[in-house]
């Protein structure tokens, strides 16, 4: 269903703001972990079960077999995990597995406006990171058959973007990157101020603080803002610092550390950087992995967090509890799963509630 909707009455919230639920899309395609596809599923399960401990989780899992396939890993694995909440199989098919960047965008109605309690969705183009793994044929259709799934409008704004390339506060500053969002093999020549336009017009952003840095090594994104910074709340942000000053993205990360340090938010109030060390390289058939712990997934009551067999593990856990003390911080281990070139923020969408 599309229909006339006015978005000036709508607002995009923070991911730690309440969840109806959580999307997710079930891994089917070994080409994303070549030579280690056999191992995916059954850590994609436990993953699953992590949110379950916090909302229920809606899982793509369309085609023959997937769901069958999928629902006794995602039984087991809850049951181990105690999972208290629902995850449904709904049959709505993928080519892969990146939900943030496939999946929809919810904006919910202000409070106080004709739209207050409704949500429509942002039905981004997609074109898998600029054509770098056809087929996406399936996934450039998961927004709108959700939209028509939960009988919730959906606008098509008729330009490329990633969920993975937009970070929000729910209180209208967006946090993205130059690099991927202004790429040539996105939009052509799109360029800065014509996609500022595009973040007020259709993601409500009141203000856009555009990092420099390109990201870390190993990641195929060309910069997705959720491996390098995240909002933990309105004014503080993680930014992935490198885990040895001679790092080869050193340079970069600090750059990105200084553009927050020098930023504010849309109501003029500086935000404050807080280092995120990453994680000792890691490689899978001699490629390094874009291992990072910015690519955590808030949900209701919860931070699941991405591990990695590092020292680096512990120590990342205690510092993300006291950035979110009203939550539980859970690690569940990525080592695998990150093969894919993504971790638990690239791998959800958030339903608002």
Not at 56 to 78: K, N, T
Request: glycine share 10%; aromatic share 10%.
């Amino acid at each position: 269903m599309s229909e006339i909707v006015r978005l000036e009455q709508y607002r995009w919230p923070a991911e730690w703001e309440p969840h109806e639920a959580t999307w997710v899309a079930w891994p089917v395609s070994p080409a994303t972990w070549p030579g280690i596809f056999e191992k995916i599923p059954a850590a994609y399960a436990k993953f699953v079960a992590a949110i379950a401990l916090f909302e229920p989780v809606r899982v793509l899992a369309g085609g023959p077999g997937v769901a069958a396939g999928a629902r006794s890993l995602v039984d087991a694995a809850c049951e181990a995990a105690g999972s208290r909440f629902p995850v449904e199989l709904t049959d709505i098919p993928v080519n892969d597995s990146w939900c943030r960047d496939h999946g929809p965008i919810f904006l919910k109605g202000k409070p106080g406006s004709a739209a207050s309690g409704q949500s429509v969705i942002i039905d981004w183009d997609y074109n898998a990171w600029g054509g770098k793994y056809p087929p996406w044929d399936l996934d450039a259709l998961v927004a709108r058959r959700v939209a028509e799934r939960l009988n919730v409008p959906y606008i098509s704004p008729g330009f490329i973007l990633e969920g993975g390339a937009v970070e929000c506060d729910g209180a209208g500053t967006i946090l993205t990157t130059e690099n991927c969002l202004l790429n040539p093999n996105r939009n052509g020549g799109m360029t800065r101020s014509a996609m500022e336009g595009l973040l007020r017009d259709y993601l409500r952003a009141q203000h856009i603080v555009w990092l420099p840095g390109h990201g870390i090594e190993g990641d195929d994104t060309d910069g997705h803002i959720d491996q390098v910074a995240r909002f933990a709340d309105t004014r503080k942000v993680l930014v992935a610092s490198p885990w040895s000053d001679d790092a080869p993205e050193a340079a970069e990360l600090r750059a990105n550390f200084e553009a927050i340090a020098d930023n504010v938010n849309s109501a003029g109030e500086s935000l404050i950087p807080i280092s995120l060390r990453m994680p000792h390289p890691k490689f899978q058939q001699g490629q390094r992995l874009p291992a990072c712990y910015c690519n955590f997934y808030i949900a209701n009551g919860g931070v699941i967090v991405p591990t990695f067999q590092d020292a680096a593990d512990d120590t990342t856990l205690q510092l993300l509890q006291d950035c979110f003390p009203g939550r539980q911080v859970v690690g569940v281990d990525s080592l695998d799963l990150v093969w894919g070139l993504g971790s638990f923020h690239c791998m959800t969408q958030q339903q608002p509630a």
